[in-house]
C-alpha cells in the first residue's frame, strides 16, 4: 500500500543534542510537510516542500531545519532541542494543487530529557 | 483571527448514541477545501473526507455524514450509532484557493470520547 513512514516512532534525546527524524513516502507526491503538534493542540505547520523548493514558515525558529535529498525522503533536524521541542513531528505529502488532500504519516514523538 | 473553529473542546457520549461535531470557518475565498481528519491515540492523522466550496451536497459514508452550509460557513460531521472506536480528536481543516502554497488551517480539534 502507498503510504507515509516515519523513523523512528519514538525518539528519546538529550537537552542539546542534535536529532534527525526521516520521513519516507510512495505516494509520489510532490509537496512535503514537517508538522509539529504538541498536546491538545493543532498540528503547526514548520515547512514544506514544493518539490525541492523550500518553504519555511515565518515563526519556525531556526534551530529547525530540513533536508530533502529526493522525492522519497525528507529529513528533520533539530540542532539543538531544548525541553519546548518535545512534542508530536508529523510528515505529510500532497499533490500539488490547492485541493489537494495531506496525507499523514504515524508521527515521531520527540523526548526531550 | 482564526480561520477554523471547533467550539466542543472536549465531548463524551455513551456508546450508540450520536454525536455531532462542529466546525465553523471564515475565509474571503470563493474556492476553498474542506477536510476532517480524525486522530486516535495513537497518533496519525487519518483523513476522513474533504468537500470543494463549490459542491454543497451533504455526504454519507457508513456512520459518518457531513452537513456543509455555506451560508452560515459549517461543516459539521456527525457520527450515528457511536462505537468506542469512534474515540478520537478530530480535526477540522481549511485549505483556501489562494493559497500561495498549500497551507491547511486547522481547528483546534474536538476530543471524542465514545463510554462503553
Known amino acids: 500500500d502507498a503510504m507515509v513512514i516515519q523513523n523512528p516512532r519514538y525518539q528519546v534525546t538529550q537537552f542539546g543534542k542534535p536529532v534527525t527524524l526521516s520521513c519516507s513516502q510512495t505516494?509520489?507526491?510532490?509537496?512535503m510537510y514537517w508538522y509539529q503538534q504538541k498536546s491538545s493542540q493543532a498540528p503547526k505547520l514548520l515547512f514544506h516542500?514544493?518539490?525541492?523548493?523550500?518553504?519555511n514558515e515565518a515563526d519556525t525558529p531556526d534551530n529547525f531545519q530540513s533536508r530533502r535529498p529526493n522525492t522519497s525522503f525528507c529529513f528533520l533536524d533539530i540542532r539543538s532541542p531544548g525541553l519546548g521541542d518535545a512534542a508530536m513531528y508529523l510528515c505529510?505529502?500532497?499533490?500539488?494543487?490547492?485541493?489537494?488532500?495531506?496525507?499523514f504519516g504515524p508521527g515521531t514523538r520527540l523526548l526531550v530529557l | 483571527a482564526q480561520k477554523v473553529t471547533q467550539a466542543q473542546t472536549e465531548i463524551s457520549v455513551v456508546e450508540k448514541e450520536d454525536v455531532t461535531l462542529d466546525c465553523v470557518y471564515e475565509?474571503?475565498?470563493?474556492?476553498?477545501?474542506l477536510f476532517w481528519y480524525k486522530q486516535p491515540p495513537s497518533g496519525e492523522l487519518v483523513f476522513l473526507i474533504r468537500r470543494n466550496s463549490f459542491d454543497e451536497q451533504n455526504e454519507i459514508s457508513g456512520r459518518y455524514s457531513w452537513n456543509f452550509q455555506k451560508s452560515t460557513s459549517s461543516f459539521n460531521f456527525t457520527i450515528t450509532a457511536s462505537q468506542v472506536v469512534d474515540s478520537a480528536v478530530y480535526f477540522c481543516?481549511?485549505?483556501?484557493?489562494?493559497?500561495?502554497?498549500?497551507?491547511?488551517?486547522f481547528g483546534t480539534g474536538t476530543s471524542l470520547t465514545v463510554i462503553p
Open positions: 516542500y514544493y518539490d525541492k523548493d523550500f518553504n
Open positions: 481543516a481549511l485549505s483556501e484557493g489562494s493559497n500561495t502554497g498549500n497551507q491547511f488551517y
Open positions: 505516494l509520489n507526491h510532490n509537496v
Open positions: 475565509t474571503r475565498d470563493t474556492t476553498y477545501y
Open positions: 505529510a505529502t500532497s499533490g500539488t494543487g490547492r485541493w489537494e488532500t495531506q496525507y
